[in-house]
T-cell receptor, first 115, second 110 residues
Framework: SAVISQKPSRDICQRGTSLTIQCQVD?????MFWYRQQPGQSLTLIAT?????????ESGFVIDKFPISRPNLTFSTLTVSNMSPEDSSIYLC????????????FGSGTRLTVV | EDQVTQSPEALRLQEGESSSLNCSYT??????LFWYRQDPGKGPEFLFT???AGEEKEKERLKATLTKKESFLHITAPKPEDSATYLC???????????FGEGTQLTVNP
């Protein structure tokens, strides 16, 4: 199955600034997914990133706040823009596994604290 | 809209005390039901995918089962290292997104 490297693993940022999170996969994948996990809560899908096209955002998430890049089949970035304390969460990227035991693989996450 | 409800929210067991976690779901067309384990500060770790009612899968002390409305994760003779949050998610046939439940936080005391 795919191995995902996500950077940074954690960061503390000032409100009003932006942070870009990187997700590198060791194999080519068509779709990459970005999730948010707020403290004590489950995962919520932010957007789906396809190579060569604009990301598809879920209800409640907009491109101006969470711009996504997908320059090739192994890499994606998520930017959290103009941050506020409410953006403090864990952000995770994910890709679909291939093979008979189909599922999704997740990165280790980026723990973001906005002060 | 897809919905996933997990129960209980938290479960505390003694080592060796078997139990089950529940995941009830509503989805227009089930593509797969997924179980994950998540340790604090880490991303979810894939456990199982179930595709159709009646299907069962096992891995060490864990066994997942699926009906048309719910899935169970049975934990047999748990050990302290099984302590984690267990997440259930569904994927629907019309797309690729997953909808997650809130998770069950399992604590196994020695």
């Amino acid at each position: 199955s795919a191995v995902i490297s996500q950077k940074p693993s954690r960061d503390i940022c000032q409100r009003g600034t932006s942070l870009t999170i990187q997700c590198q996969v060791d194999s080519q994948v068509t779709m990459m997914f970005w999730y948010r996990q707020q403290p004590g809560q489950s995962l919520t899908l932010i957007a789906t990133a396809n190579q060569g096209s604009e990301a598809t955002y879920e209800s409640g998430f907009v491109i101006d706040k969470f711009p996504i890049s997908r320059p090739n089949l192994t890499f994606s970035t998520l930017t959290v823009s103009n941050m506020s304390p409410e953006d403090s969460s864990i952000y995770l990227c994910s890709v679909a596994k291939k093979g008979p035991n189909y599922g999704y693989t997740f990165g280790s996450g980026t723990r973001l604290t906005v002060v | 809209e897809d919905q996933v409800t997990q129960s209980p929210e938290a479960l505390r067991l003694q080592e060796g005390e078997s139990s089950s976690l529940n995941c009830s779901y509503t989805v227009s067309g089930l593509r797969g039901l997924f179980w994950y384990r998540q340790d604090p500060g880490k991303g979810p770790e894939f456990l199982f995918t179930l595709y159709s009612a009646g299907e069962e899968k096992e891995k060490e002390r864990l066994k997942a089962t699926l009906t048309k409305k719910e899935s169970f994760l049975h934990i047999t003779a748990p050990k302290p290292e099984d302590s984690a949050t267990y997440l259930c998610a569904v994927g629907e046939t019309s797309g690729s997104r997953l909808t997650f439940g809130e998770g069950t936080q399992l604590t196994v005391n020695p």
